[in-house]
């Protein structure tokens, strides 16, 4: 509503004049520009602050004009026109009274001004947010529509460029053929195209640049897409807080840069051969660095090449870290034997060896202390295996025994009897005195500085001299107490049982001197003593305990093979839960058998004995593969091998430790000219593929107090092949050594017959030429060979065709008569030639 009338005009109305608001907002256009070219005008309202005067207050004075400053810009809004404030009644100069309001009318015009102004608030917060989503829209919308002209600008540009290109390439290359100095006309030319695009980017650019100049002093321009809020908003205006977070990013980093950050010293665990690449892992360091430190060495690798445990410790210290060098080995750090406290120690059987030469009564000897007859279970008479057993003294105290053979062929034997042992025994029979495995088996002891008891066996016999035997052990420094040393002397007899319990008391008091104590209350460990493959049984390992106990379910480790412990047997047969230290059992439950003098322990795990075992096979391979590089001693050394004969054998026992003698009995058999090679060893009987093998190499199959099977026997009667069986080592040895000694080129020995001077040479038509000749020394025998020597050289050696004495044929001619003699297939003959007659004769060589 607007007023009808002014009363500034002088005019006057009869009635009441009508309430009205003053207008609090002008209005104006502005026209504002877009990018190419466009533009659009707006409708702008400037909006005046309202004052109203409080009922009962004096007349409001007119408002003084405001200070002009730049008003917010507001979107045009629908707005009801208000009437001004109506005045008191007062008296004008004109004479006109004017009516003064009631106070409900004073009232009701101060609500309905209040409610006027919320509801205009109201009005234009709801404008401003429909003009700034309108604004929002209209502004994404020619973005949008800038951007798809854009797109397909560009793709038009670049499939013109694409197009020119290929002209340009069509062109081209058709001048190519036609002038060849084309190219570089046409190279000119795609520099001159592409030279005016730069100018054009250089261009542009320079103009952007001019376009906001930067003074000093001035403010800079308005950076940014106006919009309405921009234009509106004269607020100043904060940073966000990505861009507060962009600048702690930048401050942050080029700390870091200006103090960089201190190097961290690792400990580098190093194993025995590992990748470039892994180790620079391992050290946190790029690996082009250490490839430069190995060229700078003069070595040329690749990140991805193995080197050395030596040379990755010599990186790693390089670059300053601490080294930590781990082997394969160390998967062994489980079952190797460490130091016991000695709180845990408790007193243990001695283990005593017993050693001498064969026949001499060691075996004899145990029995009578066991009460038993093992020997007579022996082929032969003689010990061929290792045995362990345990007896119990009179006064409840035991002893374990360890039974070694006698024979030379079993020194692997008696060594490992020796490493094990306390004590050693040493027998020597009374009527035979020191023998040549008697002597071993000193140095055995000596060898494993092992204190030693002399048993002088069989002094019931009439022919028992012991003052000889102590004189003989004195060549061996071996000194008795009888002769003022420090070795115990027992006299016994095995037969007789006499003197028995006086060395069981040395044994004792040997140990009681020695203070023998073992832990029994760890895992168990200690070695195998023999081992054999028995049918029914599996592998069965005869094993003793030097520590700890071992259980029946106990996982355990024997050299390459693992197993759990299915049964404990003692040597009277008896089943056993558990054993105890220097206790000799047998083990079964093995994967396979060990071999004699492998230490065993047990386990936690499966995956632990895999572990270890897996190592343990893969060493043995890699020690059996290292004479694949050889030197060029060893080369000229298998030249000389290439032309020997071999004997090709398989061999096949009843334990491992008679197996490992044989094969080491026979390896020794050889020469420079023959030898025995050992394709095959095993534990068992014959098998049918043992029968194929030695089929397949030209071998023979050689039983030791084993037997072949059905099958083996049958393909080894098809195959023609002979199976040979053997209970004695004896003849075993005899019949290969005979064997090889048939396969030695005989010896041939020269015999001296006489000496014949040609007197003059005679040719004869269907002859030849005959040698005049006279004996002057010995006899010329027909048929024998002879030497033609000329000027004192050997010219020709041959054989008699014709002897003759005069006109007879004659078997021999004697010193002093003349004869005519010819060559075969030689007739080269000079007076003054001597003619030296010999026989040969091979005689047979034996090994």
């Not at 490992?416 to 005195?433: E, K, M, P």
């Not at 061996?476 to 002397?489: C, F, K, L, R, Y």
Request: proline content about 3%.
């Amino acid at each position: 509503m607007s007023d009808t009338k002014d009363t500034e005009q002088g005019e006057t109305t009869g009635g009441r004049k009508p309430l009205s608001l003053g207008r609090t907002v002008e209005s104006g256009h502005v026209r504002q520009n877009f990018s190419h070219g466009r533009s659009k005008s707006v409708l702008v309202e400037k909006k005046r602050k309202r004052t109203i005067a409080v009922p009962g207050s004096a007349v409001e004075a007119p408002p003084k004009p405001a200070e002009k400053k730049p008003e917010p810009v507001k979107a045009k809004v629908a707005v009801a026109p208000r009437s001004k404030p109506r005045p008191r009644v007062e008296e004008r100069s004109s004479g006109n009274v004017l009516r003064t309001l009631t106070e409900e009318e004073k009232e009701a015009r101060a609500k309905a001004l209040a409610s006027a102004r919320v509801r205009e608030a109201e009005e234009v917060k709801q404008a401003v947010v429909d003009a700034q989503q309108q604004e929002k829209e209209d502004i994404l919308k020619r973005e949008r529509e800038e951007l798809e002209a854009k797109q397909a600008e560009e793709e038009a540009r670049k499939a013109e460029e694409e197009a020119k290109k290929l002209a340009a390439d069509a062109s081209a290359a058709a001048a190519k053929l036609e002038n060849p100095d084309a190219k570089d006309a046409a190279s000119t030319d795609k520099a001159r195209e592409k030279r005016p695009e730069a100018e054009k980017r250089k261009g542009r650019q320079n103009t952007d640049n001019k376009a906001a100049p930067s003074r000093k002093g001035e403010p800079q321009r308005r950076r940014g897409r106006l919009t309405i809020s921009n234009a509106l908003d004269d607020r100043t205006r904060q940073r966000s807080l990505a861009s507060i977070k962009r600048k702690r990013e930048r401050a942050k980093r080029q700390g870091m840069g200006s103090d960089p950050q201190a190097k961290v010293f690792r400990e580098v665990v190093i194993p025995e051969a590992i990748t470039i690449q892994e180790l620079a892992n391992r050290m946190a360091e790029r690996g082009v660095e250490l490839i430069k430190l190995l060229m700078k060495q003069g070595q040329m690798v690749k990140i991805t090449d193995v080197i050395d445990a030596d040379t990755a410790e010599l990186l790693v210290q390089e670059f300053g870290h601490t080294v930590k060098r781990v082997s394969e080995a160390d998967v062994e750090e489980a079952i190797i034997a460490d130091v016991d406290d000695q709180e845990t120690l408790e007193p243990r059987a001695p283990i005593v060896t017993v050693m001498g030469h064969v026949d001499h009564g060691k075996t004899s000897l145990l029995d009578a202390m066991r009460k038993t007859s093992v020997v007579s279970g022996e082929a032969g008479g003689i010990t061929q295996h290792i045995g362990a057993y345990q007896i119990q003294t009179a006064d409840g105290h035991k002893i374990t025994f360890i039974d070694t053979p006698g024979h030379a062929a079993f020194t692997s034997m008696r060594q490992r009897g020796a490493s094990v042992t306390d004590i050693v025994i040493l027998v020597v029979a009374a009527d035979d005195g020191v023998m040549p495995q008697t002597i071993e088996a000193i140095n055995h002891a000596k060898a494993a500085n092992v204190p030693m008891i002399l048993a002088v066996n069989k002094i019931d016999l009439a022919a028992a001299d012991v003052t000889r035997v102590r004189n003989e052990l004195l060549q061996h420094e071996v000194v008795t107490e009888a002769n003022g040393g420090d070795v115990q002397e027992i006299e016994v007899s095995a037969l007789k049982g006499t003197g028995l319990d006086k060395l069981q008391e040395a044994i004792l008091l040997q140990a009681e001197l020695l203070e023998l104590k073992a832990n029994p209350n760890r895992v168990a460990d200690g070695i195998v003593i023999e081992a054999k493959l028995d049918r029914g049984r599996g592998a069965v390992a005869t094993v003793l305990v030097q520590r700890g106990t071992l259980k029946v379910g106990d996982l355990f480790v024997a050299g390459a093979e693992w197993g759990k412990v299915r049964a404990l047997i003692n040597d009277q047969g008896e089943n056993l839960d558990e054993v105890g230290p220097s206790m000799p059992v047998e083990v079964l439950g093995l994967g396979g058998t060990p071999e004699a003098g492998d230490q065993f322990g047990s386990v936690t795990s499966e995956a632990q004995a895999r572990e270890i075992t897996e190592y343990r096979t893969r060493k043995r391979r890699q020690n059996a593969s290292v004479g694949v590089r050889t030197s060029l001693e060893q080369m000229m050394s298998q030249l000389g091998e290439a032309g020997r004969q071999e004997f090709p054998i398989v061999v096949k026992s009843d334990v491992r430790g008679s197996g490992e003698a044989i094969v080491a009995a026979l390896e020794a058999l050889g020469n420079d000219e023959v030898a025995a090679r050992i394709i095959h060893s095993g534990v068992g009987g014959i098998t049918e593929s043992d029968v194929t093998l030695a089929a397949t190499s030209n071998a023979v199959v050689l039983g030791f107090n084993v037997r072949a099977n059905s099958q083996a026997r049958e393909a080894a009667k098809e195959s023609g092949l002979e199976i040979r069986y053997y209970s004695v080592i004896y003849d075993l040895v005899d019949d290969i050594k005979s064997a090889l000694s048939g396969m030695l080129s005989p010896t041939i020995r020269e015999e001296f017959l006489g000496n014949a001077e040609i007197l003059e040479v005679f040719h004869i038509s269907k002859i030849g030429h005959i040698a005049g000749c006279r004996v002057t020394e010995g006899m010329v025998r027909r048929g024998a060979k002879v030497r033609l020597i000329r000027d004192d050289v050997v010219i020709h050696e041959g054989s008699l065709k014709t002897l003759k004495r005069f006109k007879d044929e004659v078997k021999e001619v004697v010193s002093g008569q003349e004869c005519g003699m010819a060559f075969e297939k030689y007739e080269d003959l000079r007076a003054g030639d001597i003619i030296e007659c010999f026989e040969t004769e091979e005689i047979a060589r034996t090994l």
